[in-house]
């Protein structure tokens, strides 16, 4: 924290990039390389929240033209005295502007230390740093909107709020303190676990927000798949042709689809074969049957349901699945008691023709039901990683034994214990008791330059 630390802080290949510098001697540092336009200009003297125009230098050799912005601490992003040099975007103009400023007194920053001084400078949360991962590896705007912080502070609070009541009329019982009413204070925590167990749920809607959903293309061949796969990610991704088996392998794609990512593979078709290349595309095709978050099953509604089409049928039961009725420009030829066959074990269906490119807006809101996002608040609090589920679980865990423990008779000394733990699980969420270790474990995922 008391070395000024110096890292490029823009991606390579953009028109404009920034050299980023931070610590104690920042501005100083900065002024040893910058030669203002104006004289009267200087990095230590200039006002915050300013900029001015000049020369970047290393010696006298001239590296480039920029803007530089000062900034004053408190009032940054890490809380330090920070300069940002906004030059031409090209990599060697930007490396050597980065070798100009260390050699003036910076070193070079690590993987996420600038958003680490900003923690540790109380500039943000733990959760908040967090969202600074989720902002740059962000693959739609859901992502960026998750209110977790202030849902577990809000409950954080209402824990501290029912242990200090139990504490001041145990231990005060002179003074004018209202009594504890175990079923006033059971209905309060049975409302602090039914959102404890909502933030729990939302993990598995967080990770599909935030990183795609899994979803699998199945189907037996010659049914469409692969032309579905180049319908929904816009090229021809997949070899289409009329010869059953000539998807081999699990094609792997990501595509948007409306406001959702779809992390898509399109699979060899379910069947029986002698081929034995064939043979391992299917097996390929079932464990990413088995792994996937979403089941795309594709039928041809212009033929009837085939022996092999009903063995695998089955697989979909109980899975975040929707079923698709293709070639919807041909005479149909399942019959209703084939299709009901389908809905007994996948009840959503949508029906498109994949070479004409209809039914994307029904598939897209089948997707949405199935998988839980039909009704997703985008404001609303949703778990993002690992760490945070872990805070939230040992969090409700701790509130469970509490409720037990009221419920039971239990002295409101030991509920209050219970609370407390609970309480303090959320306030690691929050960074305000996180251990050093787990602050590292944040910050390994972090980029440098952030």
Not at 217 to 233: D, E, P, W, Y
Not at 390 to 404: D, M, N, P, Y
Request: contains cysteine; proline residues 4%.
């Amino acid at each position: 924290m008391r070395d000024t630390i110096a890292a490029i802080a823009t991606a390579t290949g953009g028109g404009v990039g920034m050299v980023r510098l931070s610590g104690p001697q920042a501005l100083a540092v900065a002024g040893r390389v910058f030669r203002p336009m104006n004289p009267a200009k200087s990095p230590e003297t200039m006002p915050g929240y300013t900029g001015a125009f000049g020369r970047v230098c290393h010696g006298e050799q001239l590296l480039d033209e920029a803007v530089l912005f000062v900034y004053h601490a408190p009032h940054s992003y890490t809380g330090e005295d920070v300069a940002e040099f906004c030059c031409h975007g090209g990599e060697f103009v930007l490396s050597q502007v980065l070798a100009a400023v260390i050699a003036a007194g910076a070193r070079p920053a690590e993987a996420g230390e600038y958003t680490r001084r900003a923690l540790m400078n109380g500039r943000m949360t733990l959760t908040e740093a967090e969202s600074v991962i989720d902002i740059l590896a962000a693959q739609n705007t859901q992502s960026l909107r998750a209110a977790l912080h202030r849902e577990v502070l809000a409950t954080a609070d209402t824990l501290t709020d029912c242990c200090a009541h139990i504490s001041a009329w145990i231990d005060y019982p002179e003074e004018d303190v209202e009594e504890v009413s175990p079923p006033v204070l059971l209905a309060r925590l049975n409302r602090v676990e039914a959102t404890l167990f909502r933030l729990e749920q939302s993990w598995q809607q967080g990770q599909m927000v935030r990183q795609g959903i899994a979803t699998a293309i199945i189907g037996s061949a010659n049914v469409g798949k692969s032309t579905l796969m180049n319908l929904l990610s816009g090229r021809e991704r997949s070899i289409v042709t009329d010869i059953p088996g000539t998807t081999r392998d699990v094609i792997e794609e990501t595509v948007r689809l409306g406001d959702l990512t779809l992390r898509l593979s399109d699979t060899a078709g379910l069947r029986q074969s002698d081929d034995p290349i064939e043979q391992i595309g299917v097996e390929r095709s079932r464990r990413a049957l088995e792994q996937c978050d979403l089941i795309l099953a594709v039928f041809d509604e212009s033929r009837p349901l085939t022996p092999e089409e009903r063995e695998w049928l089955p697989q979909l039961s109980g899975r975040a699945a929707v079923v698709i009725y293709n070639k919807q420009d041909l005479p149909p030829a399942l019959t209703a008691e084939e299709k009901a066959a389908i809905a007994a074990v996948a009840p959503v269906s949508v029906s498109i023709s994949a070479a004409a490119g209809t039914g994307l807006a029904e598939l897209t809101e089948a997707i949405r039901q199935v998988v839980g996002l039909s009704h997703f608040d985008p404001t609303a609090a949703i778990i993002a990683n690992a760490r945070q589920l872990e805070c939230i679980t040992a969090a409700r865990r701790s509130l469970g034994e509490g409720i037990e423990a009221l419920a039971a008779g239990e002295t409101l000394d030991a509920v209050s214990v219970c609370l407390e733990q609970a309480a303090d699980a959320l306030l690691t969420l929050t960074g305000r008791r996180a251990s050093a270790e787990a602050i590292d474990k944040v910050f390994e995922q972090f980029c440098v330059g952030k």
